[in-house]
């Protein structure tokens, strides 16, 4: 795995990365995948697909592979491979501002992961939030050391104090990508009553991050 760390990568987001069609046959995939009862719905709000399944999507596989590149090149990073998608409907009665994800944290299993905007959010959506961590490093120790009830123990959130200033809600337009390492400081926003937020989200394995799994099973 290789990293650019003169940048020390936490999040970055591109503005208009994919373009108006793009996103017009993304939503057409998001409303066929949450009215067909035959997809993954490991959740109400998430359809989740696999590496495998989204190679029978062109749109989803073509733009899977633009975000690839993103990482490759600009962010400098190799060994990289798409995981899974999720297709994530957020509405209010979901969200608890007291309960992760909605408390800034990390993940226990790292990823690289972008969040495609299909819609124009604003705050009232529950964006994403990100934050800069004052020692970035300091989370890979402590993922790497995480018993298994350690969401019960609340042992990945991260406090104020371990922020450069406060977490930032990443408000957008549809068509924008956000991309983010999850050792990263970021946690889900509160969606207000009447409004809903619809992203998809591309997860990606990276050689190196998380050794016990093995990275030829993403291949």
Known sequence: M???KENNFEYSISRSF???ENVSLLSSEFGRAFNDPKTNKIHPGVVQFSAKQIKSSEVLSSISGQIMSHFTDAINVSGIALDKVWFVKSQSKDTD???LPYLPHFDK????KAMVYL???VEDHGPIHLGKLTNPSDIDVRRKGLPTNYKELGLNTISARE???NMMPILGSKGDVIFFDTNAAHCAGIVSQGFERHVIRFDFEVH????RR???LYC
Do not use: C
């Not at 190196?208 to 050794?211: A, I, Q, S, T």
């Open 2 to 4: 290789k990293l650019n």
């Open 18 to 20: 994919l373009s108006h």
């Open 97 to 99: 501002p007291k309960k």
């Open 109 to 112: 299993h790292r990823y690289l």
């Open 119 to 121: 819609h124009d959010v």
């Open 163 to 165: 922020l450069k200033s």
């Open 208 to 211: 190196g991050f998380n050794p």
């Open 214 to 216: 093995s990275f030829f």
